[in-house]
């Protein structure tokens, strides 16, 4: 945990050459898992348009809803180097079918709000990650810090330098 309470990564990202790309629908909790990561500072607010940061990419929610936007996500795969698809557990949210599979970066799913959700919202959660390709995939809650541990040490050992 940093000074302010919240889970840090222990090694930099940035220092290694890597940065981690959240795509989601809004409200799945994107840029609340980037403060609990310490991948971002300030107060978590909506994301109107793509933010860099120095160890991420933070996408706004629209880029997932508005088919359009799909080029975006792939063209600014290129410049991550693990791309998280957060998705709210509680919520029922459609993904485009297999979208993952046109990212240009190794593509982690990860199934948040978990503190809130039944078993059944679980597994709904992991199928539809599983419908857009995603292969493997992490349960977090921010809130409780359930799940925050195991994803740190998986932004190492499975992104690669961008």
């Keep these: ?62 880029m997932l809803s508005v088919p359009r936007y799909y080029n975006a996500i792939i063209l600014n795969s290129v410049r991550a180097s693990l791309i998280l698809f957060v998705i ?8 485009p079918a297999r979208i993952a599979l046109a990212l240009k970066a190794p593509v982690l799913g990860v199934i948040a709000k978990t503190d809130a959700a039944s078993p059944a919202e679980l597994a709904e959660a992991e199928a539809t990650l599983e419908g857009a390709g995603v292969k493997e995939v992490v349960r ?20 690669r330098p961008a």
Excluded: H, W
Aim: with cysteine; proline share 2%.
């Design 1 to 62: 945990m940093n000074r302010d309470g919240e889970a840090g990564c222990a090694r930099s990202l940035a220092g290694e050459g890597r940065r981690i790309m959240v795509v989601g629908p809004s409200g799945a909790g994107k840029s609340t898992l980037l403060k609990s990561l310490g991948l971002m500072d300030g107060q978590v607010k909506k994301t109107e348009a793509l933010v860099y940061l120095d160890e991420a990419i933070d996408t706004p929610g629209e």
């Design 88 to 95: 709210d557990a509680g919520r029922k949210t459609r993904l």
């Design 140 to 159: 977090v809650s921010a809130k409780s810090g359930e799940g925050i541990e195991e994803l740190q040490s998986r932004l190492f050992s499975q992104s």
